[in-house]
């Protein structure tokens, strides 16, 4: 999944992204309201976290532009104004989640995850498809119950597969998963990272679908 962190605070920001990413998120981050308004309007994000205190607009303004340009976009609120009416403001104004700082890092994980199921880009922690599971609490995948070992990125892809057991994943939607805004990708390296995965993989468990992209057929 790919994130957006909204975050003046960079010692904060800085903290979010090497925990979001250890556990396989993709976060690009921007520290003001316009340019978190900008980067929805022009990149691909399937979740933002939002500061409320940021140095250029409310962020709450900056929620409610966001909804406007993409209604379905869900948005996590952080803030440390902890009055009820803030909350429930945000929450009208589209907010999918609201979590008071000081928060802890496990407690914003674990918001993650029930946000990513209720939208069903994962409908459980336990993602089962023929002899290969995945426990993505853990980030643990197991092939006829034996634990294997994976690059975050290899994981990354596997998990959006099984993710859309049945659905055909192009190769920009793959490449949207894995690599953050502005980060070079080589023409060939979801091939190379699919290539990869296939030595680990039961023969024909990832098939390509010439032209458009690949599958896991439950």
Do not use: C
């Amino acid at each position: 999944m790919r994130i957006l962190l909204v975050e003046d605070d960079a010692p904060l920001a800085l903290g979010l992204q090497t925990s979001l990413r250890s556990d396989s998120y993709s976060v690009d981050w921007v520290n003001t309201g316009r340019a978190a308004v900008e980067m929805v309007r022009t990149q691909t994000s399937e979740l933002v976290i939002l500061d409320l205190g940021l140095p250029d607009m409310d962020g709450l303004e900056v929620l409610q532009q966001i909804k406007q340009i993409d209604k379905s976009l869900p948005v996590l609120v952080l803030t440390a104004r902890d009055g009820l009416e803030h909350r429930v403001e945000g929450l009208d104004l589209g907010a999918d989640d609201y979590l008071g700082k000081p928060f802890a890092m496990a407690e914003l994980l674990a918001r993650l995850r029930v946000m990513e199921r209720r939208l069903g880009t994962s409908v459980s922690a336990f993602l089962t498809v023929g002899d290969v599971a995945i426990d993505t609490r853990a980030h643990v995948i197991r092939v006829a119950g034996q634990p294997l070992n994976f690059s975050r990125r290899e994981y990354m892809i596997i998990k959006a597969l099984m993710e859309n057991t049945g659905r055909i994943q192009s190769k920009p939607q793959l490449e949207n998963t894995l690599y953050e805004w502005g980060e070079e990708v080589a023409s060939n390296t979801i091939e190379v990272h699919v290539h990869h995965l296939r030595k680990k993989l039961p023969p024909d468990f990832i098939k390509t679908v010439r032209g458009v992209g690949y599958i896991v057929n439950p």
